[in-house]
């Protein structure tokens, strides 16, 4: 659980106790409560607290709660915290600049490196890689999401399509992969109908997390795969003992799609 310890600076400091299920807590550990206006009891149930908390978390711009909270059960519960708090945790936006809360008015737009890049896609000559992208995307949204109609899957996979391809052709010397879709799949998901969004979010996914992957060829990738053994060696032992005879390459769909498969 989340609480504000006492503090006699004018902002409250958020600390974080972690427990295997994050709505466990220590009765030692609980300071004053961030919600004391309601019950920790009856209708006022873990989720709602958990929401609370990521609203807070905005709202004092802590980034570290939001990062803590990503990583425990449930993630970030649902795509309205996603949208706004995964630009944080990637360094694309400031907490501040989050739109979470819809009376805000949407700031304007500062001329970085994504708008100066954001070309429209018509306007840029096709990318070597599309006819690969178009029949990934003839094989996407296959299992999620659930009970959507024969016109909702084409207008997902066009803008799929758009997303990727737009991508592409604002960064020609990128490399599309398999596996690829899948990572925009997610962030289109996400992202729903603000597509500018997802367009700023893969892009800097791609140019500072998934470049190494994109690269004209596989080695970097290949070598990244190696780091597998020695991250498992300091942190499972025992584990590694069991597996360090293998090959690495089983782990490669896991690696570049980032378990998005």
């Known amino acids: 659980i989340y609480y504000i310890m006492p503090t006699t600076t004018a902002t409250a400091t958020a600390t ?46 802590n980034k570290e709660i939001m990062y ?48 100066k890049s954001n070309k429209d896609i018509n306007s840029l000559s096709p990318h070597k890689d599309e006819d690969q992208v178009k029949k990934d995307i003839d094989r996407s949204f296959i299992n999620y999401p659930k009970d959507i109609t024969k016109i909702e899957l084409e207008s997902l996979r066009l803008k799929l399509n758009n997303l990727i391809v737009k991508v592409l052709r604002n960064n ?23 597509e500018e969004s997802a367009f700023k979010f893969l892009q800097h996914l791609s140019l500072f997390h998934l470049r190494d992957h994109m690269l004209p060829s596989i080695e970097s990738t290949i070598d990244q795969l190696h780091l597998i053994y020695d991250l498992i060696e300091k942190t499972d032992p025992l584990m590694f003992k069991l597996i360090k005879f293998l090959d690495p390459s089983f782990s490669i769909s896991f690696i570049i799609s980032i378990f998005s498969t």
Not at 29 to 54: A, H, P, Q, V
Not at 172 to 194: C, M, R, S
Request: no cysteine; glycine share 4%.
């Open 16 to 61: 974080a106790v972690l427990q295997p299920e994050w709505v466990k807590m220590d009765i030692n550990d609980i300071g004053n409560s961030i919600f004391n206006e309601k019950s920790l009891i009856s209708d006022y149930n873990n989720e709602d607290l958990k929401k609370d908390t990521l609203k807070l978390a905005i709202k004092q711009n």
């Open 68 to 115: 803590q909270l990503s990583q425990t059960r449930e993630g970030l519960i649902n795509n309205e915290f996603r949208s706004k708090i995964w630009p944080v945790l990637l360094g694309i936006e400031s907490p501040v600049n989050t739109k979470l809360n819809k009376s805000i008015e949407k700031d304007e737009e500062d001329e970085n490196e994504y708008t």
């Open 172 to 194: 020609p010397k990128l490399n599309y992969y398999q596996g690829y879709h899948d990572i925009a799949t997610i962030i289109l998901l996400v992202f729903e109908n603000d």
